[in-house]
T-cell receptor
Framework: AQSVTQPDIHITVSEGASLELRCNYS??????LFWYVQSPGQGLQLLLK??????LVQGIKGFEAEFKRSQSSFNLRKPSVHWSDAAEYFC???????????FGTGTRLKVLA | KAGVTQTPRYLIKTRGQQVTLSCSPI?????VSWYQQTPGQGLQFLFE???????NKGNFPGRFSGRQFSNSRSEMNVSTLELGDSALYLC???????????FGPGTRLTVL
């Protein structure tokens, strides 16, 4: 069955440190890939997406993600984390030919001052 | 352009009651999807509507239903509420569901 795995439930980093959030998917073909961020009590905001082309994707707020087909991964990175980045991050895939998104279980990021 | 709006933002109901939640998509968006978000289960897909037709449905009981109007606004209904229905219900819209989804702020439903 198709699935999205975010192996890290919680991550804590110091402000200014680099960040990498992991995402792996299980699907026969290359899906459309997304990263969303959710602040407490809010809906989800799109950070970036990958449909095709360059496997390194730039997003908002200084985030980037790299699609690696051989590893079925789409990891999110940021070179220097800000305190305002503390939130929950969701990886999602849209299966081609369907109308259904599958979300990972999320990674909650805590930023230490 | 205004974002996705959901009403009400907060709702408290008791077991056995029914509830209707509303979602107004971004202007021009014809696809509306609904999700249930809980701490234990994460984001679970409920259903997706496009041009008043349900195109896909998640694994939820028949107590959960929805509809979409000609102006693309959508409602979801939950009948015979159970305690486990307490959740944040998120609506997302897109031009088509092969496109990026934009989420509303959600409706927080508490069932007592």
């Amino acid at each position: 069955a198709q699935s999205v795995t975010q192996p890290d439930i919680h991550i804590t980093v110091s402000e200014g440190a680099s960040l990498e959030l992991r995402c792996n998917y299980s699907y026969g073909a290359t899906p459309y890939l997304f990263w969303y961020v959710q602040s407490p009590g809010q809906g989800l905001q799109l950070l970036l997406k990958y449909f095709s082309g360059d496997t390194l994707v730039q997003g908002i707020k200084g985030f980037e993600a790299e699609f690696k087909r051989s590893q079925s991964s789409f990891n999110l990175r940021k070179p220097s984390v800000h305190w305002s980045d503390a939130a929950e991050y969701f990886c999602a895939v849209l299966l081609s030919g369907t109308y259904k998104y599958i979300f990972g279980t999320g990674t909650r990021l805590k930023v230490l001052a | 352009k205004a974002g996705v709006t959901q009403t009400p933002r907060y709702l408290i109901k008791t077991r056995g009651q029914q509830v209707t939640l509303s979602c107004s998509p971004i202007s021009g968006h014809r696809s509306v999807s609904w999700y249930q978000q809980t701490p234990g289960q994460g984001l679970q897909f409920l259903f997706e509507y496009f041009s008043e037709t349900q195109r896909n449905k998640g694994n939820f009981p028949g107590r959960f239903s929805g509809r979409q109007f000609s102006n693309s606004r959508s409602e979801m209904n939950v009948s015979t509420l159970e305690l486990g229905d307490s959740a944040l219900y998120l609506c997302a819209s897109s031009l088509d569901n092969t496109d990026t989804q934009y989420f509303g702020p959600g409706t927080r439903l508490t069932v007592l």
